[in-house]
Each structure stands twice: as structure tokens, then as C-alpha cells.
């Protein structure tokens, strides 16, 4: 069973473009979280996803940040118009329901803005 | 608002040594603890938790306390190897409107000396 995947793992932006990051949980899990981590700091929530809905944003960004986990295919965590201030590793999680407290990590993808 | 933190951000112990990492947390609505170990480069992986209606929990090698009453939470690995040197970080979930939001704090660096 393979564990939560996330792609790219490494991704380089220029300021003003876009980036996204791509989330395929463990089979048969049905909620997704996106975390994100600044350098030599704790995780910060973002998004609590699952299928077609989102369940708590408040940690996500008002402006240039949007998170889809569709019926079918990987979730998406898109960031318009990257600023510097948005490099740091983004981290997916996958639960299965219905003891969705236990969070299993995927890799991460370590977003670079040049 | 409410946060979780941990009492000491490095600590090095050497190979068979007992560890003990610290955690504080203010939020008195957490029920679920989770510790996590991150390695460089890597996504955190699962090691134990614990609901608040426990005060111990063990594992392999490692055993997590939860003091409600101090609001304390600590992991203890026995005979700690290199092979856990790593970052370990604690993570509340608080339930209800937060179900699924897990709380981390900022970290224990873990260094093994063999």
C-alpha cells in the first residue's frame, strides 16, 4: 500500500507565476490536509479537505491560494502570483474516516520563489 | 491564542541513553496528542498518540504521558539510537470545529551520539 504521494517534489518559481502542488492520498482515504512549513519551524495548518468539499480553510490565505480535492484525481493546492514569502515545504496529509485525527505525511513539495 | 510549544529546542543524548522530549499546550479543549519524528528532508512520520482520556501510552521504545492537569505532554524513547536522531514535534487536535486541524509546535531537535 503506497503511502501518501506528493509531486513535484521540488518546484521553482519565478515571482508573479503559478504554482501547483499535487496531493494522492493512501488508498482508501478519503480526507486531505495541507500543511505548510517554514524553515526550522512547526507545521502550519491550511486546508482540511475531502472529496468535492472543503471542510475548514481557515489556515489558507485569503488572496492567491486555492485547494481542490476533486471526485476523481489528486489533490491541488494552487498558488497564484508566488511571492518570495511563499517558499517552504508544503506538506500533504491523508486520513482514513472514520479515526481521521491519525494523519499520515506524504514527502512534501519544497517550493523555491526566485 | 492557543498554542502548543515545546520547553527545549535541542537536546543530545548519547546512543543507549533514555530521551525525554517536552511539550506545553494551551488549549484545554485538546483530546487528541500526536507525536511526530521528521527527518531532513522527509515528511513526518507517525510514532504514537494518545486521547485525552489516557494519562500513558506505549509503544516500541517509546512511551508518550499526558498531564491534563498541567497541560503537559512528553515523549520518552529508551535506549535511544542514532537512527533517532531526527526532529520531533507535538501536535494537538482540539475536536469539534477543529476536527482534523492538528496544532503543531516547533520542534525538538534530537542528536544521538554513538
Known amino acids: 500500500n503506497a503511502g501518501v504521494m506528493q509531486n513535484p517534489r521540488h518546484l521553482v518559481r519565478r515571482r508573479g507565476q503559478e504554482a501547483r502542488l499535487r496531493c494522492s492520498p493512501m488508498k482508501g482515504h478519503s480526507h486531505v490536509y495541507w500543511y505548510r512549513q517554514l524553515p526550522e519551524e512547526g507545521l502550519k495548518f491550511m486546508v482540511y479537505l475531502q472529496k468535492e468539499n472543503i471542510i475548514d480553510e481557515s489556515g489558507m490565505p485569503k488572496e492567491r491560494f486555492s485547494a481542490e480535492f476533486p471526485k476523481e484525481g489528486p489533490s491541488i493546492l494552487r498558488i497564484q502570483q508566488v511571492v518570495r514569502g511563499d517558499s517552504a515545504a508544503y506538506f500533504c496529509?491523508?486520513?482514513?474516516?472514520?479515526?481521521?485525527?491519525?494523519?499520515?505525511f506524504g514527502p512534501g513539495t519544497r517550493l523555491t520563489v526566485l | 491564542g492557543e498554542s502548543v510549544g515545546l520547553h527545549l529546542p535541542t537536546l543530545s543524548v548519547q546512543e543507549g541513553d533514555n530521551s525525554i522530549i517536552n511539550c506545553a499546550y494551551s488549549?484545554?479543549?485538546?483530546?487528541?496528542f500526536i507525536w511526530y519524528k521528521q527527518e531532513s528532508g522527509k515528511g513526518p512520520q507517525f510514532i504514537i498518540d494518545i486521547r485525552s482520556n489516557m494519562d500513558k501510552r506505549q509503544g516500541q521504545r517509546v512511551t508518550v504521558l499526558l498531564n491534563k492537569t498541567v497541560k503537559h505532554l512528553s515523549l520518552q524513547i529508551a535506549a535511544t539510537q542514532p537512527g533517532d536522531s531526527a526532529v520531533y514535534f507535538c501536535a494537538e487536535n482540539a475536536g469539534g470545529t477543529s476536527y482534523g486541524k492538528l496544532t503543531f509546535g516547533q520542534g525538538t531537535i534530537l542528536t544521538v551520539h554513538p
Open positions: 496529509a491523508s486520513s482514513p474516516p472514520p479515526r481521521n485525527n491519525e494523519q499520515f
Open positions: 488549549n484545554s479543549a485538546s483530546d487528541y
